[in-house]
């Protein structure tokens, strides 16, 4: 088995410093960082030295996991705002916040190379790929219920328009019904506007 990098076998707050110092200085100053991270090494008694390349290794595995959990937050912020209805909405949520882990946990797996027993992450990478079958099937699911909804709001729009029309209702008050009952499932009204 490789051993085991530097920077794993930090404590547990020098590494946690050395993450948000990365943060804080926008993941560039690497030779600062490094200067500063073995300064800290040597006031702690820890006898390790970390190399520049691989605190600059280090700065890029957490920028993408950064970015990784930014995109999932915003993703799952925009799906809120833009789902069909509540319970659309959480269960987007959950499978965005799913998908999120799932990435973070392949970035670790693929990221920890010389750390994991080969044998262990094929085990790892095949419960990973179960689980990404089960969440596509959660989203082909998903889509066909939306899809149902969506039918289903269209048929009764289409309906009540016919009903109105044949009442005498003018074509602003149709388009209005018609707005109306689309709007549940938030679809643009048809461009006719009237049926």
């Given at each position: 088995?490789?051993?085991?990098?530097?920077?794993?076998?930090?404590?547990?707050?020098?590494?946690?410093?050395?993450?948000?110092?990365?943060?804080?200085?926008?993941?560039?100053?690497?030779?600062?960082?490094?200067?500063?991270?073995?300064?800290?090494?040597?006031?702690?008694?820890?006898?390790?030295?970390?190399g520049k390349s691989a605190v600059g290794?280090?700065?890029?595995?957490?920028?993408?996991?950064?970015?990784?959990?930014?995109?999932?937050?915003?993703?799952?912020?925009?799906?809120?705002?833009?789902?069909r209805d509540d319970g659309d909405s959480?269960?987007?949520?959950?499978?965005?916040?799913?998908?999120?882990?799932?990435?973070?946990?392949?970035?670790?797996?693929?990221?920890?190379?010389?750390?994991?027993?080969?044998?262990?992450?094929?085990?790892?990478?095949?419960?990973?790929?179960?689980?990404?079958?089960?969440?596509?099937?959660?989203?082909?699911?998903?889509?066909?219920?939306?899809?149902?909804?969506?039918?289903?709001?269209?048929?009764?729009?289409?309906?009540?328009?016919?009903?109105?029309?044949?009442?005498?209702?003018?074509?602003?008050?149709?388009?209005?019904?018609?707005e109306s009952i689309l709007g549940i499932?938030?679809?643009?009204?048809?461009?006719?506007?009237?049926?």
């Amino acid at each position: 088995m490789p051993p085991v990098s530097k920077i794993a076998q930090l404590p547990p707050d020098i590494r946690a410093w050395l993450h948000q110092t990365f943060v804080e200085r926008a993941f560039g100053d690497i030779e600062g960082v490094t200067r500063d991270l073995n300064e800290l090494m040597k006031q702690a008694g820890v006898a390790i030295t970390i190399g520049k390349s691989a605190v600059g290794a280090e700065s890029q595995k957490v920028k993408r996991a950064q970015e990784a959990i930014k995109a999932t937050t915003e993703a799952t912020r925009l799906i809120a705002d833009a789902s069909r209805d509540d319970g659309d909405s959480r269960s987007e949520a959950v499978l965005a916040l799913v998908q999120s882990e799932v990435f973070e946990l392949l970035l670790q797996i693929r990221e920890s190379e010389d750390e994991v027993d080969p044998v262990e992450r094929l085990k790892a990478l095949r419960g990973i790929g179960k689980t990404v079958a089960e969440m596509s099937r959660a989203r082909v699911n998903q889509a066909k219920w939306r899809a149902e909804v969506d039918a289903r709001a269209q048929a009764a729009a289409d309906k009540v328009a016919k009903l109105a029309k044949k009442g005498g209702a003018d074509p602003q008050t149709i388009r209005e019904i018609r707005e109306s009952i689309l709007g549940i499932v938030k679809r643009a009204p048809s461009p006719e506007g009237v049926a």
